[in-house]
């Protein structure tokens, strides 16, 4: 299994900046990808950020060239760099992260796992 531990939202003013991390730890050698959703109230929950083990990384259009998401592996920990902030980018931040499905070392691991959210608010 895999625990996710979430830090750093919090309320900022329009054009600040917040950086959030994600601690995992438990079976993280079954870790492909880990990633960012977020979710405000009334809208479905979305993608904003991910970054494969190979560093390779996917931006919501929403986000790019505002956010940035790292990764530091022998941490285990995933970060999203959040600048230029908007109130439109108020919402639960979820950490996310993908596994690997027909590794046998993974067999009992489930697909993906779910940090407990943490709360960004921007204010105009």
């Known amino acids: 299994q895999v625990q996710l531990v979430e830090s750093g939202g919090g309320l900022v003013q329009a054009g600040g900046s917040l950086r959030l991390s994600c601690a995992a730890s438990?079976?993280?050698?079954?870790?492909?990808?880990m990633g960012w959703y977020r979710q405000a109230p009334g809208k479905e929950r979305e993608l904003v950020a991910a970054?494969?083990?190979?560093?390779?990384?996917y931006y919501a259009d929403s986000v790019k060239g505002r956010f940035t998401i790292s990764r530091d592996n022998a941490k285990n920990t995933a970060y999203l760099q959040m600048n230029s902030l908007k109130p439109e980018d108020t919402a639960v931040y979820y950490c996310n992260t993908i596994g690997k499905p027909g590794e046998r070392l993974c067999d009992h691991t489930d697909y993906e796992y779910w940090g407990q959210g943490t709360q960004v608010t921007v204010s105009s």
């Open positions: 970054i494969t083990n190979g560093f390779s990384t």
């Open positions: 438990g079976d993280t050698i079954c870790i492909s990808a």
